[in-house]
C-alpha cells in the first residue's frame, strides 16, 4: 500500500521524462538512444515502451510499472527467507523493514530502473541462495541465476557487483561447481560485448565526465546518509536539494539496527563451529557493493558514487537486520529496540499521512504553459530557457501541444546564471536549439523561462533582454517549495 500512496501526486521530473522520451523511440532507437547516454543499460528503457504500448502514457500508468515491479519483489524475496531456513520472526520483521524502507518506496514510485534493478536483485539472491545451500544445486538453477544476471546487467551497470560477489562466494563454497560457474560467467559476458561495442561507438563522441563529472566523492557524510537511507520507514528526501541531515534518525538508525547488527557480525567470527555462514555471507553481500563503489570512487578519475545505484545491497541487509535484531541479547535490550523501533515506525508512518504533497519548480511549467495558451496565445511561440532542466521540462510539456509549432531553445553561460550541471539535454537531440550568451535574436515577441527567488527586471537574465531592446509584456509565475519560476513574455520596443 505504501508504493501505492499518492502514486500520481507529482509530476513527471528530469530523469523520468528522459525514461518517456527513450521510451517513444523506436525498438532500435531505444539502443542507440540510450547507448547516448552511457550510464544505463537499455533494458529498463525497452520494458517502458512495452509498458506504454499496452497503456499509454497517463502518469498514473507510467508510475504503475515501478511500483508494480517493486510489489512483485515479494515473491523472490519470500523464496530467499524460506531458502535461508529463517524463522518466522525473522521473516516477518525482514519483511516488514523492506516494506516500510523510504528509500526503496521513493525508488517504486520514480519511472526509472531501481524498481527493476530491486525486482531483479531478489530474483538473482534466491536463486544463489539455493545454489549456495544446496550440494547438489541442479543445472537448472544454475541456468536461470545465468539468465536473471544476464537481465542485473541489462539493466544497470552496478549489477555486475552483485554478479561477482555471488560468483566469488560461490567459487569459494562450492568447489564442484567451479566449472558450470565459470560457463556461465562466459556466457554473462559474450552475452554483454553487442551492449558494449553499442556504447563504445557512443563513447567515441560523447563525454563521460559529463554523465559523472558532478558527482562529488564519498566522504564521512555520504556514508551515513547512505546507512539512513538503508534504515530509515518511509521517510525519504524529496529532492537531491534537501540534503539536511536527521539527527534523531541518526541516533534511531544506530540504537535499533546499527548496534545490534555490530555485535551480530562480531559475534559471527567467533569459534568456527559456532559461526553461521549466513551472517557472514550476508554481510558481504550488503556491505562489499557501498564499500568498493567508495573505494573505486577514489581511486578512479571520476566519482561513481550513487546510493541509489546501491539498491542491490537493500535485500540483503533487510535480511542481516533482521536476524540481527531478533537474535540481540539480552532479552531486555531485544524488547527496548522493539518498542523504540516500533514507535518510530508508527511516528514516520503518521507524519507520511499528513505531510503536504511537495511542489517543485520542475512540476510549475506545465501550468505556465497551459496559462499562455488560455491567454489566447495560439500562434508560434519561441520559448528561451537557460538551464537544461528548464528548457527540457518546457520541451516535454510542450510537444503534444495542439500547435505543433513552437519552439524551445536554452542559452548557455549568460553570466549572473548558474546551471545544476547533474542535467543536461539528452545526446543526439536537437528539437532544443542550444546558443551562447553572445547569440542574439531578432524576433519580436519571445517568452523566456527561468527560476528565481524573487523576480528582478535589474537581473539576469531580465537585465539582458532590456539591453536588447525588449520590454516586459506579461508575467506568469508559480511558488514552488524550491523557488519560484517565470514565464515572462517579452516584445520588441
Sequence with gaps: MARLWQLSATCLWFDEIFSVHAAEHSWAGILHFVAADLV???LFYLLLKGWIIIGGESLLWLRLFPAILSIAAIVPILLCLRELKLSPWERTLALLLLGTNGYLIKYAEEIRMYSLLFFLSACSLWLFAVVWRRDQASRRFIVTLTAVNLLIVY????????VLLELTILLRSRPRQTRRLIFSSAILVLAYIPWLVQVARAYAANRLSQNIGWIPRPGLRALIEYVMLLNQPFVFAQSSADNRLNIFGLVMVVLIFGVPVIVCLWRSFGPQEKRDRRIIVLGLLAFAPASLVGLFSWLWPHSVWGARHLMIAAVPYAVLAALAITRFQPYRARVTVFLIGGCWLGATAGYVLIRPVPHFTWCTWQPLVEKVGRNGSSQTNSFYA?????????????????????RVSVIKGVP??????AFFLPRDFDEISVTGADSGTNENEIWIAFRAARLDEGKPPLSRFREAGYHTESVLSEQAQDGNAFLIKLQKK
Design 40 to 42: 544505463h543499460p537499455p
Design 155 to 162: 539493466t544497470h551497470y552496478y549489477g555486475w557487483l552483485l
Design 386 to 406: 537557460f538551464e537544461d532542466l528548464v528548457a527540457y521540462h518546457l520541451w516535454f510539456t510542450l510537444k503534444d501541444s495542439p500547435n505543433q509549432s513552437h
Design 416 to 421: 549572473g546564471l548558474n546551471e545544476d550541471a
